[in-house]
């Protein structure tokens, strides 16, 4: 039959969802969270299973057989809350609109028709998936049953294989049952053995392996207090297993059969979810025209033209609307604030051009909640208007929560929270060439809508935030950072405009001597840049081995290439080439088009809400990314300048911040002591893994050891150590090998964090940022390889993030006590960029590493390495 049937415990699903999402109703008052989540899940299930088969199964009522072996079978539950039992009219109605079957069968449950079921597919060719919240349905695990466990919130399971069981829990899927008579279960009031939980029942069932075998050798149960209990309470142990059994042999009126999937009736699951109110689920089914069609509440807000002081309440929500991502440049839209004494909408010429908005902006005990701050901050500053006062960032907590969310977009995140009542951008904006401003009503109704879902939604995130720990993160590391770097975006870097012309001369005169020098050694005039003709000067005409092949014909790409290196004098000639054209095209031309007119500064935007590791990035241009590898690369940063007379630029970085923070995680003794000594940490492991002195580590022994440092920090393998090395396979799985022997600690990490992601389903860094990793438990090897390897990794790189980014806000603070002039310009990777009067240069030198270096408390000291000159490319 070669099928996969899926079989759901719909009651199990529908409480999990109901406890996991915020209480949410529609315009109608009817609550929707249960629906909504198990909608969530359904969606899931069926594009990520695919099933030829389907069921979920509910219980019937409260009474089953097992009450009549024991009356108090699930007595000890909670009664349903009236929120969840007015759901599940809607959840049936759900699974009629998805066209799936649904059964419930009187005096049995969920977990009988499902274990029922399961069984009769068993005898077919059928692969099995049970999901579920309830552990007792792992006795159904087997060869061909899989058991998903939902694990915290609605999306994240844990997939129960025989091999995945043994793994968790030491024990066979037969013997969960004999656990579950030993331990009890509290959920369900079935009593076990008092005094017997989990560990201690794992450990009698690997020694006697089931409950009767137990009792049967009852005598040679070690600890006298154990085996009275036990043998106290042999009823109650046999009993509850026989409670915890389920019944594979129900006399249910449906078979595997009648389960065929054929798809869902979109026109019924479009009734249902506009009923509900489900916009984003209409969203991921790709229904057309649907945000023309959300019916949003009336709302009623006041334009105003003359301020006063109840719109410019102390406690207010801000929307300062700016349509493009270039805020630096682009006009504000309009500003909407919301407030106790009603909802408003400010013309932008109103707001700039008023004395009174710009005192209540710049007012710090006006307290402000807003989304995106630093926009809002830098596109408010080139109009004049100092904003202050911001103390919640809705996009930051957004962030913070969930770093893997790239939605960008304040109603998207609105209404994964269920609030509907604002449109996307791109439904009022439009989008490509179609964008553009809309009338003035709809425009500012948008913005108001938008600062009501804010001013609805700040309780929520501040809620998860504590529940997170992550309280602390939001409002000492990253709030405070986005005024900065609105700062630092404000403030600009100033860009040598003829120097950057003078370069391009340079490499246009070099690229155009490479070009001949290419064409001489292919013996024939060709285009370089293009691969279908490069590829036959080098594979056909200078027969030069192929390494791979494509469609369209030989392939020529950089890895490629790098392999052919010592073939033949062509190849490093055109890598050269293509490196240099990268330079040419991509950064000299790009820094050129990107310097303000104005200023002659480039205003780069800083990313804070994007990586998943909290490591910043920048764009529009992008200086993180200067490639300094190459001598021509490197020399780009000669055209940063400082922005005034007699002023230096000053940078700072940190040395091997993320090894020091691997020793500081790890608790590794020998890497400690190696950066508490300050010793080379290169040439000691070399001395270690290689088991040599100091005097006798070759330059090639330090250069494998730094690529096993640095590789390790990023969960490296055995191929990928290869590769670096230019070694065999073979030969870089005993360097690793070796060096984990050497350094105990570090692999003690490396596993510990693995299992403490497959349990949590995310890590955490020193400053308790999150990365969730929900690949850490797939069956694809390829795929879980990766996400363990980011299971070791975030919590180094995004550790040594958080602290770079907590030296940002120290050194500011410092600056600024200290009254000193210098400013900070750029944050690029490990280094910290300043510009300042050269009369500071001394007082620099002794602040600078002294704020870095204490940013952050470690087992190891932090270093810090500065140099300065009159451009960034003197400061290295």
Same mark, same amino acid.
């Given at each position: 039959?070669?099928?996969?049937?899926?079989?759901?415990?719909?009651?199990?699903?529908?409480?999990?969802?109901?406890?996991?999402?915020?209480?949410?109703?529609?315009?109608?008052?009817?609550?929707?969270?249960?629906?909504?989540? $198990?909608?969530?899940?359904?969606?899931?299930?069926?594009?990520?299973?695919?099933?030829?088969?389907?069921?979920?199964?509910?219980?019937?009522?409260?009474?089953?057989?097992?009450?009549?072996?024991?009356?108090?079978?699930?007595?000890?539950?909670?009664?349903?809350?009236?929120?969840?039992?007015?759901? #599940?009219?809607?959840?049936?109605?759900?699974?009629?609109?998805?066209?799936?079957?649904?059964?419930?069968?009187?005096?049995?449950?969920?977990?009988?028709?499902?274990?029922?079921?399961?069984? =009769?597919?068993?005898?077919?060719?059928?692969?099995?998936?049970?999901?579920?919240?309830?552990?007792?349905?792992?006795?159904?695990?087997?060869?061909?049953?899989?058991?998903?466990?939902?694990?915290?919130?609605?999306?994240?399971?844990?997939?129960?294989?025989?091999? $995945?069981?043994?793994? *968790?829990?030491?024990?066979?899927?037969?013997?969960?049952?004999?656990? *579950?008579?030993?331990?009890?279960?509290?959920?369900?009031?079935?009593?076990?053995?008092?005094?017997?939980?989990?560990?201690?029942?794992?450990?009698?069932?690997?020694?006697?392996?089931?409950?009767?075998?137990?009792?049967?050798?009852?005598?040679?149960?070690?600890?006298?207090?154990?085996?009275?209990?036990?043998?106290?309470?042999?009823?109650?142990?046999?009993?509850?297993?026989?409670?915890?059994?389920?019944?594979?042999?129900?006399?249910?009126?449906?078979?595997?059969?009648?389960?065929?999937?054929?798809?869902?009736?979109?026109?019924?699951?479009?009734? /249902?979810?506009?009923?509900?109110?489900?916009?984003?689920?209409?969203?991921?089914?790709?229904?057309?025209?649907?945000?023309?069609?959300?019916?949003?509440?009336?709302?009623?807000?006041?334009?105003?033209?003359?301020?006063?002081?109840?719109?410019?309440?102390?406690?207010?929500?801000?929307?300062?609307?700016?349509?493009?991502?270039?805020?630096?440049?682009?006009?504000? =839209?309009?500003?909407?604030?919301?407030?106790?004494?009603?909802?408003?909408?400010?013309?932008?010429?109103?707001?700039?051009?008023?004395?009174?908005?710009?005192?209540?902006?710049?007012?710090?005990?006006?307290?402000?909640?807003?989304?995106?701050?630093?926009?809002?901050?830098?596109?408010?500053?080139?109009?004049?208007?100092?904003?202050?006062?911001?103390?919640?960032?809705?996009?930051?907590?957004?962030?913070?929560?969930?770093?893997?969310?790239?939605?960008?977009?304040?109603?998207?995140?609105?209404?994964?929270?269920?609030?509907?009542?604002?449109?996307?951008?791109?439904?009022?904006?439009?989008?490509?060439?179609?964008?553009?401003?809309?009338?003035?009503?709809?425009?500012?109704?948008?913005?108001?809508?938008?600062?009501?879902?804010?001013?609805?939604?700040?309780? =929520?995130?501040?809620?998860?935030?504590?529940?997170?720990? =992550?309280?602390?993160?939001?409002?000492?590391?990253?709030?405070?950072?986005?005024?900065?770097?609105?700062?630092?975006?404000?403030?600009?870097?100033?860009?040598?405009?003829?120097?950057?012309?003078?370069?391009?001369?340079?490499?246009?005169?070099?690229?155009?001597?490479?070009?001949?020098?290419?064409?001489?050694?292919?013996?024939?005039?060709?285009?370089?840049?293009?691969?279908?003709? /490069?590829?036959?000067?080098?594979?056909?005409? /200078?027969?030069?081995?192929?390494?791979?092949?494509?469609?369209?014909?030989?392939?020529?790409?950089?890895?490629?290439?790098?392999?052919?290196?010592?073939?033949?004098?062509?190849?490093?000639?055109?890598?050269?080439?293509?490196?240099?054209?990268?330079?040419?095209?991509?950064?000299?031309?790009?820094?050129?088009?990107?310097?303000?007119?104005?200023?002659?500064?480039?205003?780069?935007?800083?990313?804070?809400?994007?990586?998943?590791?909290?490591?910043?990035?920048?764009?529009?241009?992008?200086?993180?990314?200067?490639?300094?590898?190459?001598?021509?690369?490197?020399?780009?940063?000669?055209?940063?300048?400082?922005?005034?007379?007699?002023?230096?630029?000053?940078?700072?970085?940190?040395?091997?911040?993320?090894?020091?923070?691997?020793?500081?995680?790890?608790?590794?003794? *020998?890497?400690?002591?190696?950066?508490?000594?300050?010793?080379?940490?290169?040439?000691?492991?070399?001395?270690?893994?290689?088991?040599?002195?100091?005097?006798?580590?070759?330059?090639?022994?330090?250069?494998?050891?730094?690529?096993?440092?640095?590789?390790?920090?990023?969960?490296?393998?055995?191929?990928?150590?290869?590769?670096?090395?230019?070694?065999?396979?073979?030969?870089?799985?005993?360097?690793?090998?070796?060096?984990?022997?050497?350094?105990?600690?570090?692999?003690?990490? #490396?596993?510990?964090?693995?299992?403490?992601?497959?349990?949590?389903?995310?890590?955490?860094?020193?400053?308790?940022?999150?990365?969730?990793?929900?690949?850490?438990?797939?069956?694809?090897?390829?795929?879980?390889? $990766?996400?363990?390897?980011?299971?070791?990794?975030?919590?180094?790189?995004?550790?040594?993030?958080?602290?770079?980014?907590?030296?940002?806000?120290?050194?500011?603070?410092?600056?600024?006590?200290?009254?000193?002039?210098?400013?900070?310009?750029?944050?690029?990777?490990?280094?910290?960029?300043?510009?300042?009067?050269?009369?500071?240069?001394?007082?620099?030198?002794?602040?600078?590493?002294?704020?870095?270096?204490?940013?952050?408390?470690?087992?190891?000291?932090?270093?810090?390495?500065?140099?300065?000159?009159?451009?960034?490319?003197?400061?290295?």
């Amino acid at each position: 039959m070669g099928n996969k049937i899926v079989l759901i415990d719909g009651n199990s699903l529908a409480y999990r969802a109901f406890f996991a999402l915020p209480l949410l109703s529609n315009d109608k008052g009817v609550h929707t969270n249960a629906v909504y989540g $198990f909608t969530m899940i359904l969606m899931r299930i069926l594009e990520e299973e695919k099933p030829s088969h389907i069921l979920v199964a509910f219980d019937a009522g409260k009474t089953t057989f097992r009450h009549s072996t024991f009356q108090e079978y699930k007595g000890g539950r909670q009664k349903t809350p009236p929120e969840l039992s007015e759901q #599940m009219p809607f959840i049936r109605e759900l699974l009629d609109a998805y066209k799936i079957k649904r059964y419930e069968l009187e005096n049995y449950e969920a977990d009988d028709i499902i274990g029922t079921l399961s069984k =009769q597919a068993e005898n077919e060719d059928t692969e099995i998936k049970v999901i579920t919240g309830d552990k007792d349905l792992l006795q159904l695990v087997s060869d061909k049953t899989t058991v998903d466990i939902t694990r915290k919130g609605i999306t994240e399971v844990d997939s129960y294989t025989p091999d $995945f069981l043994f793994e *968790k829990l030491g024990i066979s899927s037969v013997q969960v049952i004999d656990m *579950k008579g030993l331990m009890g279960d509290t959920s369900d009031n079935i009593p076990g053995v008092p005094g017997v939980g989990e560990k201690t029942a794992i450990k009698l069932l690997k020694e006697y392996e089931t409950i009767e075998n137990l009792y049967e050798h009852l005598d040679e149960v070690s600890g006298k207090k154990l085996k009275e209990k036990l043998e106290e309470h042999k009823d109650s142990a046999f009993m509850s297993k026989q409670l915890a059994t389920i019944h594979r042999e129900a006399p249910i009126e449906v078979n595997v059969e009648d389960l065929t999937y054929v798809g869902y009736d979109e026109e019924k699951v479009v009734t /249902l979810f506009k009923e509900l109110k489900f916009q984003s689920l209409l969203d991921k089914m790709n229904i057309t025209a649907v945000e023309e069609e959300v019916e949003l509440n009336e709302l009623s807000f006041e334009k105003v033209e003359e301020l006063n002081e109840d719109v410019l309440a102390k406690d207010s929500t801000l929307i300062v609307e700016v349509m493009e991502d270039h805020y630096h440049q682009a006009d504000i =839209q309009g500003i909407a604030i919301i407030n106790e004494t009603g909802n408003y909408f400010i013309p932008t010429e109103v707001a700039i051009n008023s004395a009174e908005f710009k005192k209540w902006a710049k007012d710090e005990h006006a307290k402000k909640t807003i989304y995106d701050a630093k926009k809002a901050i830098v596109a408010l500053k080139c109009q004049g208007v100092d904003l202050q006062g911001v103390d919640f960032d809705l996009l930051i907590a957004s962030y913070i929560l969930n770093s893997a969310d790239e939605t960008g977009d304040l109603a998207t995140i609105a209404k994964n929270k269920g609030y509907y009542q604002v449109l996307t951008d791109e439904a009022v904006y439009g989008k490509g060439a179609k964008r553009g401003i809309p009338d003035e009503d709809k425009l500012s109704e948008h913005i108001v809508r938008k600062a009501l879902a804010l001013s609805k939604l700040r309780s =929520q995130f501040e809620k998860e935030l504590e529940e997170n720990q =992550q309280l602390e993160l939001y409002r000492e590391l990253e709030l405070p950072l986005a005024f900065i770097l609105a700062e630092m975006e404000y403030t600009g870097v100033k860009v040598d405009q003829n120097r950057l012309n003078d370069m391009q001369k340079e490499l246009s005169k070099r690229l155009e001597d490479l070009e001949k020098e290419i064409h001489q050694l292919a013996g024939e005039v060709f285009n370089i840049n293009s691969p279908k003709q /490069l590829g036959v000067i080098l594979f056909e005409k /200078l027969n030069l081995p192929a390494v791979k092949k494509t469609k369209t014909g030989y392939s020529t790409s950089a890895d490629v290439l790098e392999k052919l290196e010592g073939e033949h004098t062509i190849i490093p000639a055109i890598l050269t080439y293509r490196q240099l054209g990268k330079l040419n095209s991509t950064y000299l031309e790009g820094l050129l088009k990107v310097i303000n007119k104005e200023t002659k500064k480039v205003h780069t935007r800083f990313n804070q809400a994007l990586t998943q590791t909290g490591r910043l990035s920048s764009t529009d241009p992008n200086l993180q990314n200067i490639p300094i590898r190459l001598e021509e690369g490197r020399k780009i940063r000669q055209a940063f300048v400082p922005s005034e007379e007699g002023w230096i630029i000053f940078a700072a970085d940190y040395s091997q911040i993320e090894l020091r923070v691997l020793a500081h995680i790890a608790e590794d003794e *020998k890497l400690i002591d190696a950066f508490q000594n300050d010793l080379d940490i290169h040439t000691k492991t070399a001395m270690d893994v290689f088991n040599v002195k100091a005097e006798d580590v070759t330059s090639d022994m330090r250069r494998q050891a730094k690529a096993v440092n640095f590789g390790i920090v990023y969960g490296i393998s055995d191929y990928g150590l290869s590769q670096g090395l230019g070694i065999t396979r073979k030969e870089a799985g005993t360097f690793i090998e070796k060096y984990l022997e050497s350094f105990p600690g570090v692999q003690e990490y #490396m596993s510990d964090i693995v299992v403490q992601a497959k349990q949590a389903g995310f890590v955490t860094t020193l400053m308790q940022r999150r990365r969730y990793i929900p690949d850490i438990t797939s069956r694809n090897f390829n795929v879980r390889s $990766f996400a363990e390897r980011t299971a070791m990794n975030t919590p180094i790189q995004g550790s040594a993030a958080d602290i770079i980014k907590k030296a940002m806000i120290d050194l500011a603070e410092a600056l600024k006590n200290e009254g000193l002039q210098a400013r900070l310009l750029l944050q690029v990777h490990d280094e910290l960029i300043v510009e300042a009067p050269e009369s500071e240069i001394e007082s620099l030198k002794e602040l600078v590493p002294r704020v870095m270096e204490n940013a952050l408390e470690l087992k190891v000291p932090l270093k810090v390495d500065y140099a300065y000159g009159p451009t960034w490319y003197d400061a290295k």
